[in-house]
């Protein structure tokens, strides 16, 4: 399995981005995935996940209402959507995957394959 993010930048506050998650050499639907993101100084945390079907999403406090996580198991790729962005939002973003046989995703879910990471930058 191969995760590659693409879809970072630079945004100013209040404006979009959609984060791709892409896979590789799988069977997407096999997967749980979880985006994560990590400020500078700060420790590594979960921000939403799907579960392999995607009947299943969970959000972290501070994106719900803002971002939207969705998969296309045919196109092998995971969506973050992120809508009304700040300044607190900037930080590298990763996918990460763990295969599993449990249609379910909670926050603690713990993924063992992770993607090199995509850069969002909020600034005006």
């Known amino acids: 399995l191969r995760l590659v993010e693409s879809g970072g930048g630079l945004v100013q506050p209040g404006g979009s981005l959609r984060l791709s998650c892409a896979a590789s050499?799988?069977?997407?639907?096999?997967?749980?995935i979880g985006w994560f993101r990590q400020a500078p100084g700060k420790a590594r945390e979960v921000v939403a996940c799907?579960?392999?079907?995607?009947?299943?999403?969970n959000y972290a406090d501070p994106v719900k209402g803002r971002f939207t996580i969705t998969r296309d198991n045919a196109k092998i790729t995971v969506y973050l959507q992120m809508n009304n962005l700040s300044p607190e939002d900037t930080a590298v973003y990763y996918c990460?995957?763990?295969?599993?046989?449990?249609?379910?995703?909670?926050?603690?879910?713990?993924?063992?394959?992770w993607g090199q990471g995509t850069q969002v930058t909020v600034s005006s």
């Open positions: 990460a995957a763990v295969r599993t046989l449990l249609d379910v995703c909670v926050m603690s879910s713990r993924y063992d394959q």
């Open positions: 050499g799988v069977t997407l639907g096999d997967y749980r």
């Open positions: 799907i579960s392999r079907s995607g009947r299943t999403t």
